[in-house]
């Protein structure tokens, strides 16, 4: 059976690609096909095609600005399909995270070059990396009860900013997140991934803030904090971060050098330290800003 294609040019004019389908149609396209070919399913083939040409029209009519609508609308389908995937495999369990992972779109904190939705950890310079998806959200609910609204979170190795980001959509406008970054670029670069994002009311209020600060001493002008989250791995946990966790409060925090576990430290209202260990993983390290510079 003969196969029929159409070559439309992508640059035609929108009002001519059905003027030409309607003629090529009134012009016996039935003398194409061998007279076996049964009529119904021609007609039926033929709407078909001339559904298909209307549609590109349609889509050639759009507005610069409703394609754009479209492309972002896209976006935020996978961004809620990666949030699906991690409920899925039971990393996800809670829907209050699950609704903050959806507000902020992790697209938004991965360089273009890289794929935002893999589940995988991703460059973003200066020998720096985002955490991969799961990462986010099992420090996300290891920490959800410390992130009530009203509360303090301090994110250590912001990097990108985007944990920073969920930590203020969850403690709200009355709470406070600090995230401090020891790489000046990379603190200029998360402010904008953050003003495209969600959390831009937050940021512009002041209960969101990003701050170039070596991590290792913490951030003591918001301290005491309820959470603290630890982005890079530590010979140990630092005394300046212990100190400025409130009584009460839970740190996660990667310790060790070779072989790394997520820690879960809590501070009881007596002051002593809890901790345990949560899973094996594998950080960049907690350094100062020329160690990590090295070689770069």
């Not at 209050?96 to 991965?110: G, H, K, Q």
């Not at 994110?155 to 009355?174: H, I, K, N, Q, R």
């Not at 969600?198 to 209020?205: D, G």
């Not at 959470?227 to 009584?247: C, F, N, R, W």
Request: hydrophobic share 40%.
């Amino acid at each position: 059976m003969p196969t029929l294609r159409l070559s439309l040019p992508l640059s035609a004019p929108r009002t001519s690609l059905l003027h030409s389908s309607r003629r090529f149609f009134s012009a016996g396209f039935s003398r194409l096909f061998p007279s076996c070919y049964p009529r119904e399913k021609l007609q039926r083939d033929c709407r078909r095609v001339q559904l298909f040409l209307k549609m590109e029209v349609l889509l050639r009519s759009l507005s610069p600005r409703l394609r754009l609508f479209s492309r972002f609308y896209t976006r935020m389908d996978k961004n809620k399909a990666m949030v699906e995937y991690l409920q899925r495999y039971g990393v996800l369990r809670s829907d209050r995270v699950a609704e903050v992972m959806e507000m902020i779109d992790r697209a938004l904190f991965v360089p273009k070059e890289n794929p935002p939705y893999l589940d995988s950890p991703m460059p973003i310079g200066y020998n720096a990396t985002i955490s991969a998806p799961h990462m986010h959200a099992l420090c996300l609910e290891l920490l959800k009860d410390h992130l009530q609204p009203g509360m303090r979170a301090l994110d250590v190795g912001s990097g990108s900013g985007y944990l920073t980001a969920c930590f203020a959509m969850m403690v709200g406008p009355e709470g406070q997140a600090v995230g401090i970054e020891h790489i000046p670029e990379l603190v200029a670069a998360s402010i904008e991934n953050v003003k495209r994002s969600a959390a831009t009311p937050l940021l512009e209020k002041g209960s969101l803030s990003l701050h170039v600060a070596d991590g290792r001493y913490g951030w003591p002008e918001a301290a005491p904090y309820d959470t603290i989250h630890v982005g890079a791995a530590a010979p140990e946990i630092p005394k300046a971060l212990l100190d400025q966790l409130k009584p009460g409060g839970r740190m996660v925090i990667p310790v060790g050098d070779l072989f790394q576990d997520l820690q879960v430290v809590d501070k009881k209202l007596d002051g002593s330290i809890i901790s345990r260990n949560e899973t094996g993983v594998r950080y960049v390290p907690l350094t100062s800003r020329s160690a990590q510079l090295q070689n770069y």
